[in-house]
Every structure is written in structure tokens, then in C-alpha cells.
């Protein structure tokens, strides 16, 4: 006789209405700081744009930088369980396996609206000193799973055993944060274009350790 298949449990409305409230924010959030700028939108804006009162604005994010760091740790996780897949049985050739990541953690831009919405981001993290500790942390997020990555080919013999491994993730993200920047930076140029130039470059750093 067959087990009859548990019913999924359902998330109370009252957490579900919070959570679509929450989402609404951070939509309308996003789209005030592509079209003004993130130090000109103010969170009135946002409470109009998203038709609530200000007060349930500041109920959700108490500041405009907890609404930069949530869209910051919500892009940072949404790379993870992708990530996690790759690190599993990533190819062996190192630089397929490095790109692999890359393009997981360069993600969709599609077009000047993305790009100037990450132009505002990157330049309000550098600026909010109090948001630095919290955002490095996300940031670490990519650098252990490219720690993880080097490991796992050094183990299976893609990798030389005596590398610097530290260096090489060093190295293979500072190629990553500045071509990402150029990306968003820079109008004409393409993903795929700025996912070549990465290539390019991780070629450069990780053949000589190829074994």
C-alpha cells in the first residue's frame, strides 16, 4: 500500500504578507535607484513608489543603507546553491572551473538599467563605512567558494600541489572585481565581452600551475 505523500507545509498569510511587503520595498527601492540615484532617493520616495506609508518603510529597513545591504546579501546568496553545484564536480581544466564560478557571480546584466543600478551600489558601498564589515562578509562569500574550487583541483591533480593558494585567490579575484567594474562601468561593453577579457586573464594566472 502506498505512504500517502505529506501535504507541504504552508507559510502562515501573515508571513507571507510580510514577505511579498518586504519584496514590494526592495522592487520599488531598486527602481528609484536606477532612474535618481541612490543618495538622491529618499525613503518618502520609496513609501510612494511602493503606495504604503513611510512609516512601514522604516518598519522594514530602520535606514536607506539596510535596503542597499539587503539587495547586496540578497545578490550575494542567490549565487550560492548554483556555486555549490559547480563545486561539486567542476571541470578539470582550471580555468573552465574558475569561469564557471565567474559567470555565475557576474550574473544577468542586461542592458544600462542593471548596469547603472550596480554603479549606485558599488558606489554607496564604498561610501557607508558602517555597512563595510557586513558587506565584506558577503563578499567573502565568492572568495571561499573560489578558496573551495582551488582546493578541490589541487586534490584531483588539476592543480600543481605547491601553489599559492591564498595568492591564486588573491589574484583570481581582483581580475573578477575589476573586469566586473569595467563591465558596469563602461556602456558598450557586454557580458560575454567582460567574461572574455576574465578568461583572458585567469588563462594568464593558472596555466603555469596546471598539472
Not at 500500500?1 to 514590494?24: F, I, N, W
Not at 518618502?44 to 539587495?71: G, H, R, W
Request: charged content about 30%; aromatic content about 6%; overall charge neutral.
Amino acid at each position: 500500500m502506498a505512504t500517502p505523500k505529506e501535504k507541504p507545509v504552508q507559510m502562515p498569510l501573515r508571513e507571507r504578507k510580510k514577505l511579498k511587503q518586504r519584496s514590494d520595498l526592495l522592487a520599488a527601492a531598486t527602481g528609484l535607484f536606477c532612474d535618481l540615484g541612490f543618495e538622491r532617493t529618499r525613503m518618502e520616495d520609496i513609501a510612494a513608489a511602493a503606495d504604503v506609508s513611510v512609516a512601514t518603510v522604516y518598519n522594514y529597513f530602520p535606514t536607506k543603507q539596510q535596503i542597499l545591504l539587503e539587495l547586496v546579501r540578497t545578490n550575494a546568496l542567490s549565487s550560492q546553491e548554483p556555486s555549490a553545484e559547480i563545486l561539486k564536480n567542476p571541470p578539470a581544466d582550471a580555468v573552465d572551473a574558475f569561469m564557471a564560478l565567474m559567470k555565475i557571480e557576474t550574473g544577468d546584466i542586461r542592458g544600462e538599467p542593471d548596469k547603472k543600478l550596480w554603479r549606485e551600489l558599488l558606489a554607496s558601498m564604498i561610501r557607508y563605512q558602517d555597512s563595510r564589515a557586513e558587506i565584506e562578509e558577503l563578499r567573502s562569500l565568492f572568495r571561499n567558494n573560489l578558496r573551495r574550487l582551488t582546493k578541490v583541483l589541487m586534490q584531483r591533480g588539476n592543480l600543481n600541489g605547491d601553489i599559492d593558494v591564498e595568492a591564486v585567490i588573491d589574484i583570481a579575484y581582483a581580475i573578477f572585481a575589476y573586469h566586473f567594474r569595467q563591465l558596469v562601468c563602461l556602456e558598450p561593453l557586454s557580458v560575454q565581452q567582460s567574461l572574455r577579457s576574465i578568461r583572458r586573464d585567469l588563462k594568464a594566472l593558472l596555466d603555469g600551475h596546471a598539472a
